[in-house]
């Protein structure tokens, strides 16, 4: 049981580039989300998903994208990077029930320069 | 919509003693849940512990307890014994509750409070 997975665990990109952030997580949960950690902040939520093709906005959804094919995995991308996107970005799930009490289980995260 | 606010950006401790971290948070809802997250050095999220809003008793998980104060909106956590390996930034979360349908689990989180448990 791996939990939530992400993929890579750090990337430089150039202004202008795009990329995939790839999360999996092995719960079979119906809830998953991206947040971003700015320095010394707390996380924002950028999308949010309640299961497969399934997907809302968050809190700061602007430059980003997402897709949900399949109950484990829930890529983040991004289009046409810029520097404010520089940030650590989280993938979590959670089985959304009162049983499981809620708790929304974490990836490692992904560090991002945008340069 | 909810916010929530940690207002000590930074606090620290010695070893074996007893820190309190604060937070309020701002909200119309009635039902919802309050969360602690920690985060070690290793930047992993890890749940510390939970209040439901509709519970009077204060939550408690080992060495964690919080304190609840709803009329307040107040939802403070108590470390006791403090060990080095607590030494985190610490996280307030908020997540609105519909009873019988569903919140989609979205978090409110405040910005963290770094806390440094000297030997």
């Known amino acids: 049981n791996a939990g939530v997975t992400q993929t890579p665990k750090f990337r430089i990109l150039k202004i202008g580039q795009s990329m995939t952030l790839q999360c999996t997580q092995d719960?079979?949960?119906?809830?998953m989300y991206w947040y971003r950690q700015d320095p010394g902040m707390g996380l924002k939520l950028i999308y949010y998903?309640?299961?497969?093709?399934?997907?809302d906005k968050g809190e700061v959804p602007n430059g980003y994208n997402v897709s949900r094919s399949t109950t484990e995995d829930f890529p983040l991308r991004l289009e046409l990077a810029a520097p404010s996107q520089t940030s650590v970005y989280f993938c979590a799930s959670t089985s959304g029930t009162y049983r499981g009490g809620y708790e929304q289980y974490f990836g490692p995260g992904t560090r991002l320069t945008v340069t | 919509a909810q916010t929530v606010t940690q207002s000590q950006p930074e606090m620290s401790v010695q070893e074996a003693e007893t820190v309190t971290l604060s937070c309020t948070y701002d909200t119309s809802e009635n039902n919802y849940y309050l969360f602690w997250y920690k985060q070690p050095p290793s930047r992993q999220m890890i749940l510390v512990i939970r209040q439901e809003a509709y519970k009077q008793q204060n939550a408690t998980e080992n060495r964690f307890s919080v304190n609840f104060q709803k009329a307040a909106k107040s939802f403070s956590l108590k470390i006791s014994d403090s060990q080095l390996g607590d030494t985190a930034m610490y996280f307030c979360?908020?997540?609105?509750?519909?009873?019988?349908?569903?919140?989609?689990?979205?978090?409110?989180f405040g910005q963290g409070t770094i806390l440094t448990v000297h030997p």
């Open positions: 998903s309640v299961g497969a093709g399934i997907t």
């Open positions: 719960m079979n949960h119906n809830y």
């Open positions: 979360a908020f997540m609105k509750h519909v009873p019988g349908g569903t919140s989609y689990g979205k978090l409110t």
